[in-house]
């Protein structure tokens, strides 16, 4: 079956701690891409990142990072010194090729609240 | 550039009664995608479009209905509003070369929140 987890529904944390959002993922395929979406207070859904399955390389962007394992089909995002503004429900997905079309299936999310 | 528009931003439908969801977005992006947000729950597709006159069924698309006349709009409609499809509806789109939805980064739209009472 094709599945994301995200075990952690809801997290604090005080600002300039650490953090880390798990993602935890099933599918059959050996081609299939990753991504996590970020969804602040205001609604919309913000891109963060997109990773495939051939590309294990951590990523880091400022105070985000990801760790890629497939070893452990683990996407894992971590928020270094998280500042107020972090705080949002955070979205991993994972997209796979089927019936000749790419499917994408989301978790149900990660909601960070940063304390001041 | 103004991205992924939705109109209206809320609704309340009785049962029974019917909408379009609107959404364009001026990217010139060739797929466009409809989702819905339950309360705590991830994001379900329920229709998709890779290029004008091109839709096709996603994992929820009971209920709804699309078309896509131009590269820019992607109207979502409801016919017979149902309670079940009380939720938040955004719109996307992506650029690809390939047919499908393929795994391209998707810009989202505001969001829809649509109740039926």
């Known amino acids: 079956a094709q599945k994301v987890t995200q075990a952690q529904t809801e997290i604090s944390v005080v600002e300039k701690e650490d953090v880390t959002l798990d993602c935890v993922y099933e599918?059959?395929?050996?081609?299939?891409?990753l991504f996590w979406y970020k969804q602040p207070p205001s609604g919309e859904l913000v891109f963060l990142i997109r990773?495939?399955?051939?590309?294990?390389q951590n990523e880091i962007s400022g105070r985000y990072s990801w760790n890629f394992q497939k070893s452990t089909s683990s996407f894992n995002f971590t928020i270094t010194a998280s500042q107020v503004v972090d705080s949002a429900v955070y979205f991993c997905?994972?997209?796979?090729?089927?019936?000749?079309?790419?499917?994408?299936?989301f978790g149900t999310g990660t909601r960070l609240k940063v304390l001041a | 550039n103004a991205g992924v528009t939705q109109t209206p931003k809320f609704r309340i439908l009785k049962i029974g009664q019917s909408m379009t969801l609107q959404c364009t977005q001026d990217?010139?992006?060739?797929?466009m995608y409809w989702y819905r947000q339950d309360p705590g729950m991830g994001l379900k597709l329920i229709y998709y479009?890779?290029?004008?006159?091109?839709?096709d069924k996603g994992e929820v698309p009971n209920g709804y209905n699309v078309s896509r006349s131009t590269t820019e709009d992607f109207p979502l409609r409801l016919e017979l509003a149902a309670p079940s499809q009380t939720s938040v509806y955004f719109c996307?789109?992506?650029?690809?070369?390939?047919?499908?939805?393929?795994?391209?980064?998707?810009?989202f739209g505001p969001g829809t929140r649509l109740t039926v009472l």
């Open positions: 997905a994972l997209s796979f090729a089927a019936s000749g079309t790419y499917k994408y299936i």
């Open positions: 599918t059959r395929d050996t081609t299939y891409y």
């Open positions: 996307a789109s992506s650029y690809s070369w390939d047919r499908g939805p393929s795994p391209d980064t998707q810009y």
């Open positions: 990773r495939n399955s051939f590309d294990e």
């Open positions: 479009s890779v290029g004008a006159g091109i839709t």
């Open positions: 990217m010139n992006h060739n797929y």
